[in-house]
């Protein structure tokens, strides 16, 4: 299992898996091609992102109507939903710890749909901030 750390969190990563840094965003994706993560992180200057305040966003931000439901991802806490666009599957995440918001999304073809999820699932329930993020 190797480690991938941000400046905000870290998250294992196994073998089969690879990450690399764009822009704004870090991009993980299986070895095999079915599907890639991207993961945006937005950090407040002063106060906390509540769960009111999250779903807000999620709401607000996504591109397609999601029936939005609670989860935890490691230490982080928010809202997640999927749908279909484009010939894709989609499942969206924004999950928050404290200062820090992450967007997660995981995208594949709809022919793959549902081939990773566990693995994902399991991914991405090891994810946790970086030193003091709250």
Request: aromatic share 10%.
């Given at each position: 299992?190797?480690?991938?750390?941000?400046?905000?969190?870290?998250?294992?990563?196994?073998?089969?898996?690879?990450?690399?840094?764009?822009?704004?965003?870090?991009?993980?994706?299986?070895?095999?091609?079915?599907?890639?993560?991207?993961?945006s992180t937005l950090h407040k200057d002063?106060?906390?992102?509540?769960?009111?305040?999250?779903?807000?966003?999620?709401?607000?931000?996504?591109?397609?109507?999601v029936d939005w439901h609670a989860l935890?991802?490691?230490?982080?806490?928010?809202?997640?939903?999927?749908?279909?666009?484009?010939?894709?599957?989609?499942?969206?995440?924004?999950?928050?710890?404290?200062?820090?918001?992450?967007?997660?999304?995981?995208?594949?073809?709809?022919?793959?749909?549902?081939?990773?999820?566990?693995?994902?699932?399991?991914?991405?329930?090891?994810?946790?901030?970086?030193?003091?993020?709250?």
């Open positions: 299992m190797n480690l991938l750390e941000t400046e905000w969190w870290t998250m294992a990563l196994p073998p089969e898996w690879w990450a690399e840094s764009e822009q704004e965003s870090i991009l993980v994706g299986d070895r095999d091609g079915v599907g890639c993560i991207e993961i002063s106060g906390v992102f509540d769960a009111a305040m999250v779903r807000a966003i999620a709401t607000r931000e996504s591109e397609q109507p935890s991802l490691g230490d982080f806490a928010g809202v997640g939903g999927s749908y279909v666009a484009e010939g894709a599957a989609l499942r969206e995440w924004y999950v928050a710890h404290g200062a820090l918001l992450l967007f997660i999304t995981y995208s594949c073809d709809l022919d793959n749909r549902g081939m990773d999820d566990a693995a994902v699932d399991q991914l991405l329930d090891t994810l946790l901030p970086v030193g003091d993020s709250a």
